[in-house]
């Protein structure tokens, strides 16, 4: 019997900020979204047993590495504490979930602190597309290239076009849906900004294309951001419902996971796409472990899901990988609304990386604290209505490190 | 009762190679060092369930992150499986190593491949020093100052020596022996260098002052190199055993570690220094729960210690923190010539980081394998005689993360 990990909660910073422009560098980003963390779940520091932080590139958008360590710097209670770092990309801090959660099955401590944190608007945009290009093989695949992830993903749609037919206006819809939800969220980085379905389907100055076919509305956004989130044993939770006036039921703990890596090169990938039924069998497979292990048998049996849409494209290969529509069939569930809040099951409620942001290495974590907050009804104007249980995806490269959780209650 | 986790052995990359001399980056690197390791171990690359790579800073000396996804790419049955990359600085791949056995201890996974690796000689000694300063907190420790590291350690000197005197002879012979313990090393960066007790106790122009006491020779290398090592269940040793004619209890496998880290600033550190026994505290904490964990009542039950040398401080405080002499009292070691191959207690056999090599993401790992060849039996010219327990400390930063293991056989 496999000990559960629970979810207490988290906090993540407003992703519409310019840290950079209001003078605060990526240490300002870990003290203000502790403080967050800690005041929201009313947590004390000193139950904390280890720390694990997800960032992608500190090295170059900040030049400071070994950001584990900044985190006992917040309070004396956290000196001593385990901490690391840990990085696949985007997906830097579904990793350090994964560790966190890994450590309370073993046994080994009772409270995790998971953090992710990205600073990146400390370059200029160009730089910036430059750096992302280390989480492809960049000496193959990114040096010299202007934006090389756009034109990663437009070869996913150009295999997606060529295998199943992709409408573009399908595209365009994903990211007006996306810019919709982000409205009511009031972390979401778009929220104020003009943006419908009209403008996504336009092409040109107002909405350019940025790879070969994708265009602005298509792309994820650069973002500074952090989130804090507490995993913690079933011992722990059990003191904590009961200091804070909660059922255990009441609060969501991971039902299950899947984590599986893609060949880093785009080529090979684009071989595997074309063999196979679902074009990326990794994300695929992540996917499938995660139902096993949460007992589940399919899309059926989920609330929402918050998924890596780090380009439109994505978003519509996660509709079909997850098993929401058949294999080439994603626009099924545009088409009939599914995807919408309000709908069967609504894909990115949060406003996904499109609408509500994508700082990289704080993403995964962003995805999780947003299931936890739909499973325990506290999304406000973005809440699913009675969600239960929420899966959330979140992608590495160019759909290279694929990690699964399954998040719910009631058991 | 904890699961046990073993260690198959492994195999380090010559530390003595400059990479880009050769035309060649860090994806030689990984391809090399996994070629070793599978073929010294006739581990299957099918068998591996999981992958977890130490590296520090790939983002700037090979502009590439995302680096536990690569491994995928070397073999066709290492497709599909979860990795990730883990960072703590000079620690990063203890951290790998810490989660790997976690994992195992799970009973998530039985079999996993940690590597470390770091690329270091692509660029020039200053720009790699300032590389080195995101280890520290770099903005308030090591912007604009050339090598912060020598300056930092040079602190903990002078806390030493105003807390209990350091005579420099004594680092000196620190130096000395590690160069000398190198000599027999195959692997080691040094092992055709020119150094003697008399050269390290020289000042000048052959023996530069880099800090503002510590000299050349009492610092670790720049180093490329890689590192990989394997780490099994009982269950899947007990096999390998079989098929590799050995016998279980002559198989290491990790008794006890110990995880603790110091607040990342040296100014605090400084004040800890001051206001404990033990000047490193946390050091000494992450030695204490090993031992603990191991169930030994100190360092009289250590055959030898491979530790963390990144100066020839670093290792006079270890030899106290390990407490193979009273606080203030390492010299006495020095003298009696425990710390020497053929002492009751040798120190770095390997030589260390000074001697060895210091490939800042890989050396964890090269002191996990440095363990298991000397506990298996397997270390050649630098055999430290009947070996039967071996401890390590790797710190990552100015003795900010610090890593013990204790690696043993025959229970």
Redesign the interface.
Known sequence: M?RRTFILGGYQTDFARNWTKEGK?I?AMIREVLDGGFSKTGIDPGDIDS?HVGN?????YA????L???V??YHPAL???????????CASSS?AA??AR??I????YDLSLVMGVELMKSVDSKTGGS?LG??????KEC?GVEFPFPKLFDRLYDVYDKKYGVNYEHLARISAVNYDNAKRNPNAQTRGWYMNLQHACSSGSYNRVIGKRLRASDCSQVTDGAVAIFLASEEYTRGYAKRTGKKLEDIPYIQGWG???????FDEKEKEAIANEYPL??TR?AVTDAYRRAGITGAGELSCIETHDCFSITEYAAIEHFGLADPGEAYRRIDDGTIEIGGSCPVNPSGGLIGCGHPVGATGARQLLDAYLQVSGNAGAYQVEGAKRAAVLNI??SA??NVVHIIGRGE
């Open positions: 496999v560098g240490m720390v992608f590139a500190g090295e170059l030049m400071q590495a070994h584990g360590a900044f006992c710097n000196r001593g504490l385990p901490t690391s770092r840990h990085e696949a990309a990793i994964l560790m890994t450590e099955e073993a046994g080994t750096y280390t989480a492809a093989w960049y000496e040096a984590h599986r890596t893609a060949p880093i090169l069998p990794h497979g590495g490269g290279t490190t």
